[in-house]
Nanobody
């Protein structure tokens, strides 16, 4: 089992930046991939960005060129650097971790609000 704790959300003006962090604990050596989903009010949860243990990344088209996902040196932390934020990026952002053979683990979510 993997436990995830997110931090770094908040209120930012359009065009601004935020950096989300997610720290994993538990059976972290077995994590294959980590990343971020988001869910806006009235919408389905969508994948934002993901990174595998080998460093391969995947992004939603809507965030390519603006967001960057990365992992810490200890591989138990994942970051989401969000630049050029838009009002449509407003959502609750959830960290997740994939461990082969088990259900994905999820964080509690952190609110990101982009508004002037």
């Amino acid at each position: 089992q993997v436990q995830l704790v997110e931090s770094g959300g908040g209120l930012v003006q359009p065009g601004g930046s935020l950096r989300l962090s997610c720290a994993a604990s538990g059976i972290i050596f077995s994590i294959y991939a980590m990343g971020w989903y988001r869910q806006a009010p009235g919408k389905q949860r969508e994948l934002v960005a993901a990174i595998t243990s080998g460093g391969s990344t995947n992004y939603a088209d809507s965030v390519k060129g603006r967001f960057t996902v990365s992992r810490g040196n200890a591989k138990n932390t994942v970051y989401l650097q969000m630049n050029s934020l838009k009002p449509e990026d407003t959502a609750v952002y959830y960290c997740y971790a994939t461990v082969p053979g088990t259900a994905d683990s999820w964080g509690q979510g952190t609110q990101v609000t982009v508004s002037s």
